[in-house]
């Protein structure tokens, strides 16, 4: 796996974005998206979303018991997803808590959404 920093989200370029469906992204929107994408693309990063996802927050302490995994691999796919921007953390004394941020799951949602009808024109 590649050591390269990832590139914190800025949730705000993706609104930019319409749904797939209606119309390709272009290259900047693509940038902005697909470190969200790769991030959870990780089964285990994936599985720590749905932990923190499922409840309001979650602390750290709570997480890690439940991977056959180092402290401090699963604090670099914690901020994996934190710079991915889809989750945020809080450190409170020793622990660090985090929660999901919604709005990434809402626009990455809208992203995917394929109910929507192209724009224009269709295939023959």
Known sequence: MSKQALPVVD?????????IAVRPMDVDQAAVVAPMFKALGDPIRLRLMSMIASVPEICVCDLTPAFDLSGPTISHHL??????????SERRGTWVWYRAKPEAFRQLGALLEISATPASGGTA
């Open 11 to 19: 949730l705000n370029a993706v609104a930019c974005c319409s749904p």
């Open 79 to 88: 901020k994996v997803l934190r710079e991915a921007g889809l989750v945020d």
